[in-house]
């Protein structure tokens, strides 16, 4: 089988000199990059993040987008236009509910009395004072034509009518030839048929109440936004009331809550770097052989410090390079550094491992090449795999999981690029130290270990240190093996291979498979405003109250009729009257009596007050007169006019309105959503266009997972694709991509199992995933597959026990890093930590376990790169323990003249022990 290293071979000679030339001049690459860290920290001063969440979590060409901006531009808000119910924006909009305290009837004293005086609190109660002003809500309010603020007293009216004994229709009260719809007003409802068969209200149990602020200009929206604080606070020194609660949530409620969110991880970031760098501490000891005393020469507690600050300024430098070149920032950013710094420490114990497995007689140059021409392919590789996942995310349309992937790809990046030059150069200066016997803390000289029995305690504790035989061939000197390589090699791996637990293994796998797919059919879309909140919020109780009360029956939606038919026609208005029914009468419309329609209402009109029918040719002309009447005149706004090229004054749009019910559920509010809009493709010559402040959460809930399996299936081909790159066998490159499938299915499916939605969030954190489990699945693959071992089992060991120790490093980094994430009371935090802690688990239990055994069971000597039939009869017939010292192997920077091939480096690609004669490389096949 031909080999395909046409790719790694060339960079790994490229890396091996670039490493000798940062040794010899390692000053620069450590400045350079420190200056650039500084001036990049300036930007940081001047970031500005976007709180919208309405742009951040919801598709950029969402529908809902769309549909909102026609009735925009058609009906633009005005502060003297405004009529409830019709507002497509929120901003400035505080939003009240009260509910009966115990379930009671809220229509019936005293707890009316008590919504009256609430009502009065915040009408009259609530002041702000500003630059010498007091301002109301009677001087900031909305309102139609002069008339003064419309406040609630449409809920006043319906609670004195009901009080004196007269039946109150519902959804619509009618007043003569006027009407009003309550039903997105009053929640909770009861009714009884009265004697003409309609339904009258028999109770209620909450109220909806809405504050609607001035927002223009820019002066007064300022005044605005600084009320709905001052009512915040009223609301929460509100005395406590025996017969009413309520809820309450104001334009910037949302907003605060993501602000919340990311001050929250400030704290924890410093608590999870400190962790990191103890955990570097740790792993940076080594001891004397045989004794439990710190080998001062070899241990790197400084050199990790400076590995996890080495992360921390990528983190910093990427953030300012993104944010200088106009890319928006966004809060969701901030549980960035959180992973990087994970990924940077298991990086940097990459290159410390790849030093520690060169031969220490090595002059300190040669040892940076060699470690460079290993480790940097590995971390290379790493970064190549993790910033073309968030490359892949970045194509999104939703922009907070395109303005995240951006700016973790670029300090992915920048990170990669700091490590091999910065960090690179405090490694080179650390081997010099090494070489030169001196303590890695102190820099002095320590007392070296041949002396150990002969020293005082205080020495053995605080000043030993081993030295380097002169003898480059002392390989048992020079090199030696951690405990933890060791432990993976001879106790893990064994145990693995063991054919019994190797049948555990694969039942074990389809259980994992079964429960990730059992997951995947129960899976949950779509981000909910609610969780975008703290659990403590002042605002989940609203959202509460919303789903109990209101969004089961009442809430309002619009339709909008762009193209107009000619009304003149009978044909056509019985058309309109049936496209009107058609929506009211959907399994998610309340029905007839939920229709809000100015055709409706002008039948009605011309009916009771002047006894008579509409006039076809007349029609016009008669709705003009019918909307200058004092009661019918908010009709006014439900059309557009417009002069044809016949001079015909007719109208050109219209809109109308309905009630829905059983949209509670995110499920049901994108099914209610797709059915309208199938409704409305009936009517294609209309233009129909249909809205409701609901549609803008749920087409996320439509294109999610949509969006996650285009992602998923373009990182697949990219990753196998860099796999292809590694692996010198290119049908190797068949598992990396079953292991990344399979990671992926795991982490959707239990996911599901552990209460997590699939949502933007979530989405990050799966594209996250498959960098993740490339890492995992390549290092062991490729290390199956250049082990010179002669049986599947033994390659496994070998590839274990390289890589197990750096894996398992890597893996318990990055959970150590988010794991501080866990007890935060907030869903998008406490998400980003469930995934993550999925996507590492599940890629350390397929590296470690499940690759290896699918490896040795089912790829056996198929994926293994070719070796020369005659073995070195030197090397077969030499004792185990004289292997180490008498291999006869070809040197890793093969081709550069300054390397001398009589020199030993039993090491190869990723720490790997070449134990027999390995043929040179061949080309890429041509």
């Known amino acids: 089988m031909r080999t395909f290293d046409c790719i790694e071979a060339p960079l790994s000679r490229l890396f091996y000199r670039y490493g000798r030339f940062v040794a010899q001049h390692p000053l620069p690459f450590i400045a350079i990059p420190v200056l650039i860290t500084a001036f990049c920290s300036i930007s940081l001063l001047h970031i500005h993040p976007l709180t919208d969440p309405i742009y951040l979590f919801t598709p950029r060409n969402a529908p809902s987008k769309y549909e909102r901006q026609v009735i925009h531009n058609l009906w633009p808000l005005h502060y003297n236009n405004y009529i409830p119910g019709r507002a497509v924006t929120q901003f400035r909009e505080v939003q009240v509910i009260v509910a009966s305290r115990d379930g009671s009837n809220i229509l019936e004293r005293p707890y009316s009395d008590a919504v009256r005086r609430l009502d009065f609190f915040i009408q009259n109660r609530v002041k702000l004072h500003y630059m010498g002003k007091t301002y109301r809500y009677h001087d900031l309010c909305l309102q139609w034509r002069n008339e003064g603020c419309p406040g609630n007293k449409h809920i006043h009216i319906v609670t004195d009518l009901y009080q004196h004994g007269i039946n109150v229709t519902y959804p619509t009260v009618r007043f003569g030839s006027a009407s009003g719809y309550i039903g997105g007003a009053l929640g909770g409802v009861s009714l009884f048929r009265d004697a003409n068969g309609s339904a009258s209200l028999a109770g209620g149990l909450a109220w909806f109440m809405i504050y609607h602020l001035k927002f223009f200009p820019r002066n007064t ?87 996890v600050i080495n992360a921390a300024m990528g983190i910093v430098t990427g953030i300012g390079i993104t944010n200088f070149f106009g890319v928006p920032y966004s809060d969701i950013v901030g549980v960035m550094p959180f992973l990087l710094v994970a990924v940077g420490t298991d990086n940097m114990f990459l290159m410390v491992a790849a030093v520690r497995h060169t031969n220490r007689a090595f002059p300190v140059p040669k040892r940076i090449g060699e470690s460079m021409s290993d480790a940097a392919i590995s971390i290379l590789i790493t970064s190549l795999t993790d910033a073309f996942s968030f490359g892949v995310g970045a194509i999104t349309s939703i922009p907070a999981v395109q303005i995240f992937c951006i700016y973790t790809g670029v300090a992915i990046t920048v990170t990669f690029i700091y490590q091999i030059s910065f960090f690179c150069a405090l490694l080179s200066l650390a081997a010099e130290w090494e070489a030169a016997g001196l303590h890695c803390i102190w820099l002095k000289p320590t007392v070296p270990d041949t002396f150990i029995k002969s020293t005082s ?65 129960h899976l949950r879309e779509g981000l909910e405003p609610i969780n975008l909140l703290v659990q403590d919020s002042y605002a989940i109780p609203h959202y509460h109250y919303l789903e109990k009360y209101f969004w089961n029956y009442g809430t309002p939606l619009q339709i909008v009729v762009n193209n107009a038919p000619d009304l003149r026609n009978r044909s056509e208005r019985r058309r309109v009257k049936s496209m009107v029914r058609a929506f009211a009468n959907t399994k998610y419309s309340i029905g007839d009596d939920s229709i809000q329609f100015w055709l409706k209402e002008m039948e009605i009109y011309y009916k009771k007050e002047l006894e008579m029918d509409i006039v076809d040719s007349e029609i016009y002309g008669m709705a003009e007169h019918f909307f200058s009447a004092k009661s019918q005149d908010i009709w006014s706004e439900d059309v557009i006019w417009e002069t044809n090229q016949q001079g015909l004054y007719r109208i050109r749009s219209f809109r109308f309105l309905i009630g829905m019910k059983h949209i509670s559920k995110t499920y049901y509010q994108e099914d209610a959503t797709k059915t309208f809009r199938e ?55 068949v598992w990396v991509a079953f292991s990344i499938a399979s990671i992926d299915l ?47 089992e ?51 239990l397929h590296g470690l376990v499940f690759l290896p055994v699918m490896l040795s069971w089912f790829v056996g000597g198929s994926c293994v790169l070719p070796f020369d039939d ?57």
């Open 221 to 307: 929206s300022y005044l605005s936004g600084l009320w709905e604080k001052k009512l915040q606070e009223a609301l929460d020194s509100y005395p406590f009331d025996p017969y009413i609660s309520f809820t309450y949530l104001h334009s910037q409620s949302l907003t605060e809550e993501l602000k919340r969110n990311a001050n929250s991880l400030i704290p924890r970031f410093v608590i999870a770097f400190a962790i990191l760098v103890f955990f570097s501490l740790l792993c940076s000891l080594t001891f004397i052989n045989g004794t439990f005393y710190v080998d001062w020469v070899l241990s790197k507690p400084v050199l990790s410090l400076l590995g």
């Open 746 to 792: 795991g982490v959707i499916g239990f996911m599901t199992l552990w209460d997590v939605n699939l949502d933007a969030i979530s989405m990050i954190t799966i594209i996250m995933s498959i960098g993740f489990s490339v890492d995992y699945s390549a290092h062991i693959t490729y290390g199956y597959v250049i082990s010179a071992e002669s049986t599947p």
């Open 457 to 521: 305690l205080k020495c053995r504790l605080l000043w030993m240190g081993s030295r380097a035989d002169p003898d480059p061939k002392n390989l048992v000197q020079n090199l030696k093996d951690t405990s933890a390589k060791i432990f993976f090699k001879e106790w893990f791996a064994p145990i693995l291979m063991n054919p019994v637990v190797k049948v555990l293994v694969v039942m074990w796998f389809f259980i994992y498979i079964t429960l990730s797919v059992y997951g995947c059919f």
């Open 870 to 926: 005659k073995i070195s009869q030197s090397v077969k017939n030499q004792p185990a323990e004289q292997d180490l010292q008498k291999s006869s192997i070809t040197d890793r920077s093969e081709g550069i003249r300054e390397v001398s091939r009589s020199i030993i480096q039993p090491y190869g690609p990723y720490g790997i022990y070449l134990s027999r004669n390995v043929p040179a490389r061949r080309s890429c096949p041509r």
């Open 794 to 844: 033994q390659r496994v060991k070998t590839a274990l026990g390289a890589l197990g120790w750096p894996i398992t490093q890597g893996a318990m980094s990055t959970i150590l890093a988010v794991v501080v994430l866990a007890d935060i009371p907030a869903y998008m935090i406490v998400t980003f930590f469930k995934t993550v802690l999925l996507s590492i688990v599940l890629g350390l």
């Open 679 to 733: 409704v409305a493709e009936h009517y294609l010559s209309y233009n129909i266009t249909t809205f409701s402040p609901l549609w803008l959460f749920t087409d996320q809930y439509a294109i999610v997972i949509a969006n996650t399996i285009q992602n998923i299936l373009i990182a697949l081909v990219v990753m196998i694709i860099i796999a292809m790159l590694l692996i010198p066998q290119p049908l190797c490159s």
